[in-house]
């Protein structure tokens, strides 16, 4: 069901797309988007404070495993989104979806399939594709 989500999507991109249909606009757009999704990001932090940083470098003792990294990883986000930058982040995020989309579309991609690899390698690399 979630593949048919995801092809709808991207035919509504298709259909919708008209002014910056070519290649060169839709890398440009997605670029400002995702710009545009950070700044989202860090106004929450730096304008509206609903959001808080606490970020040092994490100290590992020697000789952990690479299993245990996990439990030395330090929570460094304090708080949520509040309703108005949550609103501003998602906006933003849906347009870079938008235009990811859109980049598919011109390079006759399928979303859905490009996701699907992405999954696959992740669950078959595990830890080991070290994102």
């Known amino acids: 069901m ?3 989500i995801y ?3 991207q035919n509504r991109v298709d259909e919708v ?3 910056h249909a070519n290649l060169l ?3 440009s757009k997605m670029s400002e988007s995702a710009s545009k999704s950070n ?3 860090i106004k929450s932090i730096t304008n509206c404070g609903c959001v808080k940083l606490d970020v040092s470098k994490t100290e590992f003792p020697e000789g952990l495993t690479y299993d245990a990294l996990k439990e030395y990883r330090a929570e460094h986000i304090q708080g ?3 309703p108005v930058c949550r609103e501003k982040i ?3 995020l849906g347009r870079l979806e938008f235009y990811v989309a859109a980049l598919c579309n011109v390079l006759d991609l399928n979303l859905y399939d490009v996701l699907l690899k992405e999954y696959n390698k992740i669950n078959t690399l595990g830890k080991f594709s070290l994102y």
């Open 7 to 9: 092809d709808e999507f």
């Open 2 to 4: 979630k593949d048919v």
């Open 25 to 27: 606009d839709i890398v």
């Open 39 to 41: 700044r989202a990001v």
């Open 80 to 82: 949520k989104p509040c």
């Open 17 to 19: 797309l008209i002014r």
């Open 90 to 92: 998602e906006e933003e």
